[in-house]
């Protein structure tokens, strides 16, 4: 493993391959039955990548505001359809007035963040009173993810340990800075089977595709596919069916800023 923290200048060119234009992300649709209750409203993403999410919520406001901490994302997304409002900085320290945003909400990305609890306080100081504060992500913590990139390179499962917060600490910390009617929820369960070589197609094999994978080394990652392919052939030397699964259960932690 190089790191627990990723470039993703590095990687912004190919990030988008995760997104298939017509997937309908059942985290998306709760992001935006939540958008929804404050249209035209001020909306910043916090690690808001290459866009994805922010240009799905034009739909219900114009005033959309981004912060990321890769210049290489922040140039994808001003790729995008939405007039975004994008800035380069760090999550533990926004740069934004106090009271601005109705809606303050990050999506897979609160693990590459320094200090979540830091996070929270931020998140906390930038939101108007009645706004919300949203954070969506699995967490291993919980150990019922089932992903066999767990099972077969090194090294995945254990960092992600380190970079997740348990969702337990996310909603304590959440109630210490202030956040009221604090809640977390299952917004999507994914759920993939790729049967033998089929799993080879998957496009979150891809070792950029996730950061999960493009922390590590080539050779480890090397490896891991290697080890793919062996259980496969394995498998089929005994005339069996080898199955790959993605179980993943993406939760949604919510909290209001009432004062």
Do not use: C
């Not at 709760?30 to 799905?56: P, Q």
């Not at 200090?115 to 969506?136: C, M, Q, S, W, Y």
């Not at 979150?204 to 062996?230: H, W």
Request: charged letters at 25%; proline letters at 3%; aromatic letters at 12%.
């Amino acid at each position: 493993m190089k790191t627990s923290h990723l470039n993703y200048d590095q990687i912004a060119s190919d990030y988008n391959q995760r997104y298939p234009t017509s997937q309908q992300w059942e985290r998306g649709q709760a992001l935006l039955d939540l958008a929804a209750r404050y249209k035209d409203g001020n909306f910043l993403e916090v690690g808001s990548g290459t866009g994805y999410w922010l240009n799905m919520l034009h739909q219900i406001t114009g005033k959309l505001f981004g912060l990321d901490y890769s210049f290489g994302m922040i140039e994808q997304a001003k790729g995008r359809p939405a007039p975004l409002k994008l800035l380069r900085g760090s999550a533990v320290q926004l740069p934004y007035r106090d009271n601005s945003f109705d809606l303050l909400y990050s999506v897979d990305a609160i693990h590459h963040f320094v200090d979540h609890k830091a996070f929270v306080a931020e998140a906390f100081r930038v939101l108007k009173p009645g706004g919300a504060f949203v954070t969506i992500g699995h967490d291993p913590h919980e150990g019922i993810t089932n992903w066999y990139a767990y099972d077969y390179f090194d090294g995945v499962y254990d960092t992600d340990l380190r970079r997740y917060p348990p969702g337990s600490s996310l909603l304590k910390w959440m109630g210490e800075e202030g956040f009221e009617n604090t809640s977390s929820q299952t917004v999507e369960h994914i759920l993939n089977v790729h049967v033998g070589e089929a799993i080879l197609r998957d496009p979150f094999l891809k070792q950029n595709a996730t950061s999960q994978l493009a922390l590590l080394e080539r050779e480890v990652y090397d490896e891991g596919i290697k080890r793919i392919k062996r259980a496969i052939a394995d498998a089929q030397a005994r005339s069996e069916k080898i199955v790959f699964s993605s179980d993943i259960q993406i939760k949604m932690f919510l909290g209001y800023k009432f004062e």
